[in-house]
């Protein structure tokens, strides 16, 4: 039996009743397992809906065809067949057991008789449990639930066999540890450090789908943690182990590497903030610098914005997010100047350079804020507040969203006689710098620098 709000979500969901009195009514065993049933124990939404059979694929598809259902193949030599039901796609596969070539992660499937079987060959006992819509019963062969109730993630057979298969399964580690705060035991964690290198094998893609998942989980510090100390970073992100700076006794300075953790939870949910934010000081190691007493890291967002450049690339991250995460990157301390005394050029300045992402710019910064003195918090958050009111203000005088000069590039040919080429480019870039210097200007004071411009151009 499962709890009255399991059941409530069932219900919620008929189709999931209709489909398995169809496969019941044929003679068929039929279960809801991974992470349906894992997410519906957890009493949290979901809309993945798996199932396991032992009726054979030929068998799935004649019970589903007669029964009306839409369907598609998506891997016959898995098992595999999509069941189409207005909005949702569930997926269907017969009971089967992986056999892994080495340094490959296509298993050779076999096809078993037993649940028991089908269940041993998940990733995590927690993704093994089955329930019968039906019958509302439970196979739990792997102490699921209770490893559910624990917050503990093992796995059904020897994790090192299990990872040696698939890789990846190590960072589905990470991912897992990260979405539900779940803890490993030892034997888990020493798996993960013997296996590691496997990753290698793993595209880069399937790798960066499970980083950025990762970086989306609840509590991303726990899994960045295995991810690093299992040694899992150096197939994947190496540069991060450098944040882990031996600390020097001559020249304090705040511990990099746990600041990135703590700056990284603080952030929301969002895939270029958590990035940003993993990467915000990436480059610290290699700027690391000491004048007397003190230590310092110069530049370090510049240098850290071409780096967070080359690793998203390595990792098939597509170029818009690239450009916004790097833009956060390289910009996250100019704020800090702001207490020096900024004019409206410099605040303008900001907002065009921030561009879309200043909101998201401002929390990185408030959460690189990780200072343990009351005082020292205070009086930076006081003049980040002060810098928003300013950007507010500048904002509704000018139109900022619309810093534009007067003038457009026709306009700029057909006054001063010029043809469509570099020299137009040139003089709309000294026109959008007037415009963030000088804030609102004239037609005629606009013209007036174009002639300028074009007149240095010909001497």
Same mark, same amino acid.
Request: proline share 3%; hydrophobic share 35%; aromatic share 6%.
């Given at each position: 039996?499962?709890?009255?709000?399991?059941?409530?979500?069932?219900?919620?969901?008929?189709?999931?009743?209709?489909?398995?009195?169809?496969?019941?009514?044929?003679?068929?065993?039929?279960?809801?397992?991974?992470?349906?049933?894992?997410?519906?124990?957890?009493?949290?939404?979901?809309? *993945?809906?798996?199932?396991?059979?032992?009726?054979?694929?030929?068998?799935?598809?004649?019970?589903?065809?007669?029964?009306?259902?839409?369907?598609?193949?998506?891997?016959?030599?898995?098992?595999?067949?999509?069941?189409?039901?207005?909005?949702?796609?569930?997926?269907?596969?017969?009971?089967?057991?992986?056999?892994?070539?080495?340094?490959?992660?296509?298993?050779?499937?076999?096809?078993?008789?037993?649940?028991?079987?089908?269940?041993?060959?998940?990733?995590?006992?927690?993704?093994?449990?089955?329930?019968?819509?039906?019958?509302?019963?439970?196979?739990?062969?792997?102490?699921?639930?209770?490893?559910?109730?624990?917050?503990?993630?093992?796995?059904?057979?020897?994790?090192?066999?299990?990872?040696?298969?698939?890789?990846?399964?190590?960072?589905?580690?990470?991912?897992?540890?990260?979405?539900?705060?779940?803890?490993?035991?030892?034997? &888990?964690?020493?798996?993960?450090?013997?296996?590691?290198?496997?990753?290698?094998?793993?595209?880069?893609?399937?790798?960066? *789908?499970?980083?950025?998942? &990762?970086?989306?989980?609840?509590?991303?510090?726990?899994?960045?943690?295995?991810?690093?100390?299992?040694?899992?970073?150096?197939?994947?992100?190496?540069?991060?182990?450098?944040?882990?700076?031996?600390?020097?006794?001559?020249?304090?300075?705040?511990?990099?590497?746990?600041?990135?953790?703590?700056?990284? *939870?603080?952030?929301?949910?969002?895939?270029?903030?958590?990035?940003?934010?993993?990467?915000?000081?990436?480059?610290?190691?290699?700027?690391?610098?000491?004048?007397?007493?003190?230590?310092?890291?110069?530049?370090?967002?510049?240098?850290?914005?071409?780096?967070?450049?080359?690793?998203?690339?390595?990792?098939?991250?597509?170029?818009?997010?690239?450009?916004?995460?790097?833009?956060?990157?390289?910009?996250?301390?100019?704020?800090?100047?702001?207490? &020096?005394?900024?004019?409206?050029?410099?605040?303008?300045?900001?907002?065009?350079?921030?561009?879309?992402?200043?909101?998201?710019?401002?929390?990185?910064?408030?959460?690189?804020?990780?200072?343990?003195?009351?005082?020292?918090?205070?009086?930076?958050?006081?003049?980040?507040?002060?810098?928003?009111?300013?950007?507010?203000?500048?904002?509704?005088?000018?139109?900022?969203?619309?810093?534009?000069?007067?003038?457009?590039?026709?306009?700029?040919?057909?006054?001063?006689?010029?043809?469509?080429?570099?020299?137009?480019?040139?003089?709309?870039?000294?026109?959008?710098?007037?415009?963030?210097?000088?804030?609102?200007?004239?037609?005629?004071?606009?013209?007036?620098?174009?002639?300028?411009?074009?007149?240095?151009?010909?001497?």
């Amino acid at each position: 039996m499962v709890s009255k709000t399991f059941k409530r979500r069932i219900d919620e969901n008929r189709f999931l009743i209709d489909i398995s009195k169809k496969f019941n009514d044929s003679g068929k065993e039929f279960w809801m397992v991974g992470g349906a049933v894992r997410d519906f124990l957890l009493e949290e939404d979901t809309n *993945d809906f798996d199932f396991t059979t032992n009726a054979t694929t030929e068998e799935m598809l004649e019970i589903l065809s007669d029964n009306g259902y839409r369907t598609t193949e998506v891997g016959r030599d898995f098992g595999t067949i999509a069941v189409h039901i207005e909005d949702q796609t569930l997926h269907i596969t017969t009971y089967r057991k992986d056999e892994y070539v080495k340094n490959s992660r296509k298993p050779e499937v076999a096809k078993v008789n037993e649940l028991h079987e089908d269940l041993e060959r998940r990733d995590f006992t927690i993704n093994a449990i089955a329930y019968d819509v039906v019958k509302d019963s439970i196979e739990d062969p792997f102490k699921g639930i209770k490893d559910l109730s624990s917050g503990q993630l093992r796995s059904p057979r020897d994790p090192s066999v299990a990872f040696s298969e698939d890789p990846l399964r190590m960072l589905r580690v990470c991912r897992f540890i990260s979405k539900y705060e779940f803890s490993i035991d030892n034997e &888990m964690f020493k798996a993960i450090e013997d296996e590691s290198e496997r990753l290698a094998i793993v595209s880069m893609e399937r790798v960066r *789908d499970e980083l950025s998942k &990762m970086l989306l989980g609840r509590k991303p510090s726990l899994g960045l943690r295995v991810f690093v100390e299992s040694g899992l970073s150096n197939y994947v992100i190496p540069e991060i182990n450098e944040l882990k700076i031996e600390k020097d006794p001559d020249h304090q300075h705040k511990d990099i590497y746990e600041h990135t953790l703590v700056v990284t *939870d603080t952030v929301s949910p969002e895939l270029p903030l958590r990035l940003a934010a993993l990467f915000h000081d990436i480059a610290k190691p290699r700027t690391k610098g000491v004048d007397g007493d003190k230590v310092h890291f110069r530049h370090h967002e510049i240098v850290g914005g071409r780096m967070t450049k080359k690793i998203m690339e390595k990792l098939r991250y597509d170029k818009a997010l690239i450009k916004k995460v790097v833009r956060l990157v390289e910009l996250h301390l100019r704020p800090h100047t702001f207490k &020096m005394g900024w004019t409206d050029s410099a605040v303008r300045r900001y907002i065009v350079d921030a561009a879309d992402e200043i909101q998201e710019l401002n929390e990185l910064v408030r959460a690189d804020v990780t200072t343990k003195n009351r005082n020292k918090k205070k009086e930076i958050y006081g003049y980040l507040d002060h810098l928003q009111e300013r950007i507010v203000e500048v904002a509704e005088k000018e139109e900022i969203n619309k810093m534009r000069p007067p003038i457009s590039g026709d306009d700029v040919m057909r006054e001063l006689g010029i043809d469509p080429g570099p020299l137009v480019g040139r003089i709309m870039e000294g026109l959008y710098e007037q415009r963030i210097n000088e804030g609102l200007v004239s037609v005629e004071k606009a013209l007036d620098l174009a002639r300028k411009i074009k007149e240095e151009e010909s001497e």
